[in-house]
């Protein structure tokens, strides 16, 4: 069994943001740190090889059949 690695990334940091505020559980300084550690994970996401699978979570009903598509076949 080969693992695969997965990375579900948002749209973009700014939808991030958006995404984090709608919900309304954590404070401005709060989502503030969560979108500085989205930065580093989505750079460290686009070095050569360190994912086999990148999957954008821009519409959730496509990001799942990828998902599938990816585990699956």
Do not use: H, W
């Not at 505020?21 to 500085?36: A, D, N």
């Not at 989505?42 to 519409?59: Q, Y």
């Amino acid at each position: 069994m080969n693992p695969i690695y997965i990375f579900i990334q948002p749209p973009s940091l700014e939808e991030l943001e958006l995404r984090l505020k709608k919900r309304g559980t954590e404070e401005e300084i709060q989502i503030q740190e969560r979108l500085r550690i989205a930065k580093r994970e989505l750079e460290f996401a686009d070095l050569p090889g360190v994912f086999d699978v990148k999957i954008v979570n821009a519409d959730l009903d496509f990001a799942y059949k990828q998902l599938k598509q990816a585990i699956f076949g």
